[in-house]
């Protein structure tokens, strides 16, 4: 891992060196979401993240994947052999108003254009609920039935696609679906979405404001963080379908916007997050999981973010989809 040689990067050394040397919790199952919060409360969300990070990184069912894609990325493949393959990206809100925020793939789509894959995008509500765009993805899905497909959604997109694998029928609906890439998606809902409920002054003020605007208040309410919220169950994709998650792991320094450092600072409380998702809750997420080191919930800073997409169209090129032949 490299950094710059500023007080930044010292800190963020001795962070991980501090971490690295932790002798309470030496297992990444040890991490619960309450010893997190607890860890978090008494040394400092930063010190929490990083501490997640190293058992991550250690962790004998998580390391083997890890090591694959660093030495992928350290060393970027060529093009892929031309097939048929198509990456389709399931976007984030405000996706269409916020294209800036990168919900709409752009990156992503570059990569795999460069590779030479063909891409496209599911053309979900900017500002729809959750249950409205997984009906969305499901007929999408039925019109493109005779296509290969690898999705990659976008943070609230991952929510979207969870809850349209949930229904019946879905299997039949997702069986041309090699591989899911899950980028930073809150897919047990967000505690910002609670946080925001909790208090009817803000209730009050944003249901007024999505008036104004003309968007759907379920936009929210659908992102709870609760086991009676429509997030509220354990995700089980198809078994035929490989799932990989690429979760960010900022440190208060790294956020990169001036919305996400305050949900940064409110989610805070209850342990490391990448001011949206919560990081405790990536005990529950089937697959692989890659942790970025600061990396926040916006999957910048982007050079980085290419060279790991790459990376990962190439591990599933080599180990799912048999894209190269």
């Not at 982007?302 to 894209?323: C, F, M, P, R, T």
Request: with cysteine.
């Amino acid at each position: 891992m490299l950094f710059r040689r500023n007080k930044s990067s010292d800190y963020e050394s001795s962070l991980l060196h501090r971490a690295a040397t932790w002798p309470e919790h030496p297992t990444l199952e040890s991490l619960t979401g309450k010893t997190l919060q607890q860890i978090a409360q008494r040394e400092g969300v930063d010190f929490a993240t990083a501490l997640l990070f190293d058992r991550f990184q250690k962790s004998p069912e998580r390391a083997q994947f890890i090591q694959r894609i660093n030495m992928q990325r350290r060393s970027p493949g060529s093009s892929l052999a031309k097939n048929d393959t198509k990456v389709v990206i399931v976007p984030g809100a405000l996706y269409v108003e916020r294209p800036d925020m990168g919900g709409d793939g752009r990156i992503i789509r570059e990569v795999a254009a460069n590779l030479g894959l063909q891409t496209d995008l599911i053309p979900l509500t900017s500002f729809g609920s959750v249950v409205k765009n997984a009906g969305l993805i499901r007929v999408w899905l039925e019109q493109h039935s005779q296509e290969r497909i690898i999705l990659v959604s976008l943070s609230k997109g991952g929510a979207d696609l969870k809850l349209a694998m949930s229904a019946p029928g879905a299997p039949n609906a997702f069986r041309n679906v090699v591989a899911w890439i899950n980028v930073c998606g809150p897919l047990s809902g967000s505690h910002m979405a609670n946080w925001l409920l909790e208090s009817r002054v803000r209730t009050w003020f944003f249901r007024w404001k999505f008036r104004c605007q003309n968007r759907d208040f379920q936009f929210v309410t659908d992102l709870r963080h609760a086991d009676d919220a429509p997030l509220g169950f354990p995700l089980r994709p198809p078994s035929a379908m490989k799932m990989v998650s690429l979760i960010g792991f900022p440190l208060r320094q790294h956020m990169t916007t001036r919305f996400s450092r305050f949900c940064h600072r409110i989610l805070a409380t209850s342990g490391p997050n990448d001011g949206t998702t919560s990081l405790a809750d990536l005990h529950a997420v089937p697959g692989e999981i890659y942790p970025v080191w600061g990396m926040d919930h916006y999957f910048r800073p982007e050079s980085e973010a290419k060279n790991l997409v790459a990376a990962i169209l190439h591990y599933l090129a080599e180990d799912v989809a048999q894209l190269a032949r």
